[in-house]
């Protein structure tokens, strides 16, 4: 059975940080790309980091540029979303997402608000 669970949001002051975590399970991790999403009751899921399947090659959203690392542990199925210098607008459930050879899997989200 496939799953993707993610953990680590959290209410955080603006500033502050956060790592989040997805554990992957049920499929060969090592395969897949993943990334991390976002989305706020107002918005779309919106793409917020990518990382290939071998962990070197990264891509970031231009709002989180210089704010948050993507990167990946193959050997133990989970990827990582650290969160720095988080804003207000930060605020968002956020989704792992799992795809190779056009099959995705999603996570159920976590959430993390930014607040003063």
């Known amino acids: 059975q496939v799953q993707l669970v993610e953990s680590g949001g959290d209410l955080v002051q603006p500033g502050g940080s956060l790592r989040l975590s997805c554990a992957a399970s049920?499929?060969?991790?090592?395969?897949?790309?993943m990334s991390w999403y976002r989305q706020t009751r107002s918005q779309d899921r919106e793409l917020v980091a990518t990382i290939n399947s071998a962990g070197y090659l990264t891509n970031y959203a231009e709002f989180v540029k210089g704010r948050f690392t993507i990167s990946r542990v193959n050997a133990k199925q989970v990827v990582y979303l650290q969160m720095n210098s988080l804003k207000f607008e930060d605020t968002a459930t956020y989704y792992c997402?799992?795809?190779?050879?056009?099959?995705?899997?999603w996570g159920r989200g976590t959430q993390v608000a930014v607040s003063s």
């Open positions: 997402y799992a795809y190779y050879n056009e099959r995705g899997y």
């Open positions: 049920g499929f060969d991790f090592s395969r897949y790309v």
